[in-house]
C-alpha cells in the first residue's frame, strides 16, 4: 500500500485523455451556455492530477528497484504481443517533466488563446497530445511506442491545422503529417522484421538479444536504417526536416510543447533503441552523419530568418541533431541530459515570443524593438532560456556538455568542432533576435506594447525559476541508463582544452551578434555571391524545391502511369467484358421468337450432337476436360 501510487503509475497517461474526454461536449458544441473555459479547467485538473501522482511516484521509486509492468496483449501460437512498461528514475523523471511543462502551456494558453472561439477544442487536442506523450515515457515496448508516436502524429497534424480555415495552416499540418508518414512507414517494418529475429520487442528484451545476436551484418544494417528512420522524421532531421519550420502556423502554446517535448518523444524512442544500433557500424555511422548534417545545415538556416517563430524552430533541430550524434556514439546518458536541458530552455524561448507576438500582433523581428523596458518579464524569460542553450554561462547546457567532456567518453576532435561552430552561430542568431527585438528604438507596432497579463506571466515566471535551477539537476541526480566505462584512451590535454574552446565560441558568437550591423530593412545584397548565400538559408536550402524535383516527381510519375493502367487496362479489360455481353445479349434476343417449334428444333439439334460425340467416342474426352477445369 505505501507504494500504490508508484505501481499504478501506468494509469497516469489515462489523465490526459480522461481531460481530453470531458472537454467534448464544449469542443462539439453541445454545451454553449456556459462558454469554453469550464473544458479548459477540467483539462488543467486533470493535468495537475497526474503532475501530483507522478510526483509521488517518482520519489518512491529512489527505494526500490526499476519495475516493470507488463501485459499480454495477444498471443496465438509463437507470437506474444506483450506491452511492457518501465518505472525507472529516467521514465519517471521524463513523465515530470512532460506534466510539468504540459501544466504551464495549458496555463499559458488560457491567456494566449483568451479570445479564441474554439478553447475548448484546443485544450482537448492538448490532453489527447500530452497522453501520448505520458504513454511514451513509460513505456518499455516497441509495439506500445509505435502506437503512442502514431497517436502523436495525429495530434501534432490536428494541433498544426487548429486554425483550419485559412491555406496556408493546411497546407503546414498536410506536410508535417506526410513528413512524418514516411518515417513511420519505416519503422514499423523494422518492428516487424524484430518481431520476427528477436527475443521480444520490449527495449530490455532487444538489449539481451543484442548480447548474443548473429544476424548477418546486411541484416541488422537495413532493421537498424528503418528503425533510424522513424526518429528522423519525429525530430525534424535531414532530410526531413521542413515539417517543424511549417507548423509555426499552428498555435503558440502548441509550439511550446511541440519544440520542447514533443520531438524530443522521437529521440527517447531512439535512445532506447541505441543497443540495436550499436550492432550495426553503418547505423552508428548514419545517426552521426545525420546530427551533424542537420546540427550545421540548421545554424545557417536560422540565421537567414526574420520570423520569430522559425528563427527559433530551427535551434530545435540543431539540438535534437546533437542527441543524435550522441546516440550513434552510444554516449545515451549525455543524449537524456541534452533532451532534458533543451526542453526547459526551449519551452520558456517560446513562451516569451508568444507574450511579443501576444503584445505587437507580429512576427517580424525587423519591425519590432525596444521592448526591453516596456515588457521586462519577457525579456528576462528570453535571457535566460537564451542563456540555457549557449554553452557560456553556468546553465543546463554547460552542465551536460561538461560531462560529455570530462574524460569518461570518447570524444574526436571532429566532435568538437562541430560543438564550437553549432554554439557559436546559436549564440550568434539569439544575440541578433534579442538586439532586433529588446534594442533599439520602438518601432511602430512596438511603441505601445504592455506586458502580458498574468496568466501568461506566471507560467513565463515560474519556468525562468526552473531553469535557473536545472543546472543543479546533473549535479545532484545520477539519472544513468546505462554504465559505461571511463575511456582507457584518450588526450587529456585536448579534453582539458574543449570547455575553454567552447566558451571562447559562444563568446564570439555573442560579439559577432552584439557588433555586426543589422539592416532593419533587409536590402538585397548587391554581390550575387551573398544574394545567393542569403537565400541558400532563408530557403532552408532549397529542399522544399528538391522535393519537388525528386520525391514529389517520382511519386506524380507513378501515380500518372497507375491511373493509365487502371483506366485503359484494368477497366478496358472490364468493359471490354461488359461490350461483349451486350453484344451478345442483342443477338440473341432476336432468337427469342416466341414459337414452340422453332425451340424443339434447337434442343433436337443439341441432342444430337451429344449423341454424335458419344458415337464417336469423343465423350470421354469432353468429360476429362471438364473434370481438369473442375479440379
Request: aromatic share 12%; with cysteine.
Amino acid at each position: 500500500m505505501s507504494y500504490f501510487f508508484l505501481y499504478n503509475s501506468w494509469f497516469i497517461p489515462f489523465y490526459g485523455l480522461i481531460g481530453s474526454i470531458l472537454t467534448l461536449p464544449w469542443s462539439l458544441g453541445i454545451v454553449r451556455r456556459t462558454g469554453p473555459r469550464p473544458a479548459a479547467y477540467l483539462n488543467l485538473l486533470m493535468t495537475v492530477l497526474a503532475l501530483i501522482h507522478g510526483a509521488i511516484a517518482f520519489s518512491q521509486i529512489w527505494q526500490v528497484q526499476t519495475q516493470q509492468l507488463v501485459y499480454h496483449w495477444l498471443k496465438v501460437a509463437d507470437l506474444d504481443l506483450t506491452l511492457s512498461m518501465e518505472l525507472s528514475p529516467v521514465s519517471l523523471g521524463a513523465l515530470e517533466l512532460i506534466t510539468g511543462i504540459g501544466l504551464l502551456a495549458q496555463f499559458y494558453a488560457l491567456g494566449y488563446m483568451e479570445k479564441d472561439w474554439s478553447l475548448a477544442r484546443f485544450f482537448g487536442l492538448i490532453g489527447f497530445f500530452e497522453a501520448a506523450l505520458s504513454g511514451i515515457a513509460l513505456s518499455d515496448s516497441l509495439l506500445l511506442s509505435y502506437g503512442l508516436l502514431e497517436m502523436l502524429t495525429l495530434s501534432t497534424y490536428l494541433l498544426v491545422g487548429f486554425w483550419y480555415a485559412q491555406p496556408l495552416v493546411v497546407t503546414a499540418a498536410r506536410d508535417a503529417f506526410l513528413t512524418k508518414r514516411v518515417g513511420d512507414i519505416l519503422l514499423l517494418m523494422g518492428l516487424v522484421a524484430l518481431s520476427s529475429y528477436g527475443a521480444g520487442l520490449s527495449f530490455s528484451q532487444l538489449e539481451t538479444w543484442t548480447e548474443t545476436s548473429t544476424l548477418p551484418p546486411l541484416t541488422i544494417t537495413l532493421i537498424g536504417l528503418s528503425l533510424i528512420a522513424g526518429p528522423t522524421g519525429k525530430c525534424a532531421q535531414f532530410p526531413l526536416n521542413l515539417w517543424l519550420d511549417e507548423a509555426m502556423e499552428g498555435p503558440n502554446p502548441a509550439g511550446i510543447m511541440r519544440n520542447s517535448i514533443v520531438v524530443s518523444a522521437g529521440a527517447y524512442v531512439l535512445i532506447k533503441l541505441q543497443p540495436v544500433f550499436s550492432l550495426s557500424p553503418v547505423a552508428s555511422l548514419t545517426l552521426i552523419v545525420l546530427g551533424t548534417v542537420t546540427a550545421l545545415g540548421t545554424s545557417l538556416m536560422a540565421l537567414a530568418q526574420i520570423d520569430i517563430k522559425r528563427a527559433l524552430s530551427h535551434s530545435t533541430s540543431v539540438f535534437l541533431g546533437l542527441v543524435f550524434i550522441a546516440v550513434g556514439l552510444g554516449h545515451v546518458d549525455i543524449a537524456i541530459l541534452l533532451l532534458f536541458s533543451h526542453a526547459t530552455a526551449k519551452a520558456l524561448l517560446f513562451m516569451s515570443i508568444g507574450a511579443i507576438i501576444t503584445s505587437t500582433s507580429n512576427q517580424n523581428i525587423t519591425e519590432m524593438g525596444g521592448l526591453w523596458s516596456k515588457m521586462p518579464a519577457t525579456t528576462t524569460a528570453f535571457v535566460v532560456g537564451s542563456a540555457g542553450l549557449i554553452i557560456l554561462t553556468p546553465m543546463g547546457l554547460f552542465w551536460t556538455i561538461q560531462r560529455w567532456f570530462n574524460g569518461s567518453w570518447a570524444v574526436d576532435g571532429w566532435l568538437l568542432a562541430v560543438l564550437m561552430f553549432v554554439n557559436c552561430f546559436n549564440a550568434l542568431n539569439l544575440t541578433r533576435v534579442f538586439r532586433l527585438v529588446f534594442l533599439g528604438e520602438a518601432q511602430s507596432k512596438t511603441r505601445r506594447t504592455p506586458e502580458v497579463a498574468w496568466p501568461m506571466a506566471f507560467p513565463m515566471v515560474t519556468l525562468t525559476l526552473i531553469n535557473l535551477i536545472v543546472p543543479v539537476i546533473p549535479i545532484r541526480w545520477n539519472l544513468w541508463l546505462s554504465n559505461v566505462p571511463p575511456l582507457i584512451e584518450h588526450d587529456l590535454e585536448y579534453v582539458q582544452w574543449a570547455m575553454p574552446l567552447l566558451i571562447f565560441s559562444g563568446l564570439l558568437g555573442c560579439m559577432i551578434g552584439s557588433t555586426m550591423q543589422l539592416r532593419r530593412a533587409w536590402a538585397r545584397p548587391t554581390q550575387l555571391s551573398l544574394r545567393f548565400l542569403q537565400d541558400l538559408f532563408a530557403y532552408d536550402f532549397y529542399l522544399d524545391r528538391v522535393y519537388q524535383v525528386t520525391v514529389v516527381w517520382v511519386v506524380a510519375t507513378l501515380s500518372k502511369i497507375t491511373a493509365w493502367l487502371d483506366r485503359y487496362v484494368i477497366d478496358g479489360l472490364v468493359n471490354l467484358v461488359s461490350l461483349a455481353a451486350i453484344l451478345s445479349g442483342n443477338t440473341l434476343k432476336y432468337n427469342a421468337t416466341g414459337q414452340s417449334q422453332f425451340y424443339i428444333l434447337t434442343i433436337i439439334i443439341g441432342v444430337s450432337l451429344l449423341l454424335w460425340s458419344l458415337v464417336n467416342g469423343q465423350w470421354s474426352t469432353m468429360t476429362n476436360y471438364w473434370s481438369s477445369l473442375i479440379n
